[in-house]
């Protein structure tokens, strides 16, 4: 076996995109510590729901804006887009240590987040061209997921160390370096580049054309589950930690750190395990689903650490798989689409799973929080399963409705305009 040919690193192009992306995910992360200190300083009584607000934007313009992902690389090279979207990253967060008002943060965190849904998804279909070996590619799913946990834990502590030595602000400056860093590792990366992707009239085909996609449309079931249970996470940790057990800030990190360390845990082992995609998806939300259970039986810290780990585990071995379900379930001509189709659509599920989650944990008690919440990875889950092609053949039969031919899965060259998803 040829272990070189199996690592993605082995391809120079994605040691330099790897390293782009991961640099760009530290200093996001950072400056997502720095905007909470900024909010904290110009809104100081409303701090938390200018953060609030700040995250449902982000959310939206994920949802709104990445769809029309598969549109920009019809009109520029996908590495030029790249190129021009760091940048605009770059200086919108630059200038955010000028901010004075409310109104400011959101129209900031607008643009980044916009660039961001641009950027991620077609990012994303890039990754397919570059390493072409499949199992090179799982690898390669593995470790941007490892980036992303440790990126959670490691951002943090970097901040902490950082602000000892320089204000928040100069926070901002860090990350719009880490984001011209990125850019110029792109342009410094040769690219072939991919087919020319068809160009859709509606900018929302590539959703229609997942959905109308079984094994993917499994996938956006699944990802109810995964979006229910990180939020459960992400929204109420500290509350619970804080409010609820009376912990200190550093108990709180630690309890985060415990769940980005079993998502990097999970998702290193996706690729080192004889598991198909349907069992990872099915087993990491059936995971998820059984830590949550636990937290109905009132536990400590500790307990509640080891339940984040495993609900981590269980997002690892969900989320990892799935660009390598997207890959295979479309051409490469419209990989942009379906990618795009796939962020979006995720990124729903969590805006609605921050709000489900935040609602719970404000008029609920926590055992009832604990309880509604696992049922969305366990009902996810469940679904998944029995909607999930079994066995998974790489070419099935489907029809896209208002067609009159039926073929498979990859929507083949022969195709000379977009179908239209039925509306």
Known sequence: MNTAAESPFAVPAYRRLFTAHSTALVGSGVSTIALALLA?????????????????????????????????????????????????RAAVVVSMPWIAAEWQIYAAIAVISAASALFTPTFQALIPSVVTNETAYLRALSWSQVAGSVEQIASP???????????FSDL???????????????????????????AAANPWWGIGAYLKTPRLRAVAIAYI????????????????VQRHLGASESVMSLTLAAGGLGTALGAFLVPRVALSPRTLLLAGNLIMAASIMVG???????????????????????????????????????????????????????LGAYLLAGYLGATHDWPTTFLLMSVL???????????YPHPDELELEHSHGDLIHRHAYFIDESHT???????
């Open 225 to 240: 589950g995964i979006a229910g249970a990180s939020a459960m996470v992400i929204v109420n940790t500290a509350v619970y």
């Open 377 to 387: 990875p366990l009902l996810a889950g469940l679904i998944f399963m029995v909607t």
């Open 417 to 423: 305009s977009w179908p239209r998803p039925n509306q």
């Open 296 to 350: 109905v039986f009132e536990v400590g810290w500790r307990g509640l650490a080891a339940m984040w780990f495993f609900v981590g585990l269980g997002l690892g071995l969900a989320q990892t798989p799935v660009g390598a379900i997207v890959r295979r379930s479309c051409h490469e001509r419209h990989r942009a689409a379906f990618f795009a189709a796939n962020f979006t659509l995720s990124h729903a599920c969590w």
């Open 157 to 167: 502590v970097l901040a902490a160390l950082f602000l000892t030595v320089v204000t």
């Open 40 to 88: 904290i300083e110009i809104a100081p009584e409303r701090a938390s729901i200018v953060l609030g607000t700040a995250l449902a934007i982000k959310m939206i313009a994920y949802v709104l804006v990445a769809p029309f992902a598969s549109q920009m690389v019809t009109y520029v090279s996908p590495r030029t887009g790249l190129i021009v979207l760091d940048v605009v």
């Open 172 to 198: 901002f400056y860090l990350n719009a370096a880490t984001f011209l860093f990125s850019a110029s590792l792109i342009a410094l990366t040769v690219i072939s580049r991919p087919p020319q992707p068809v």
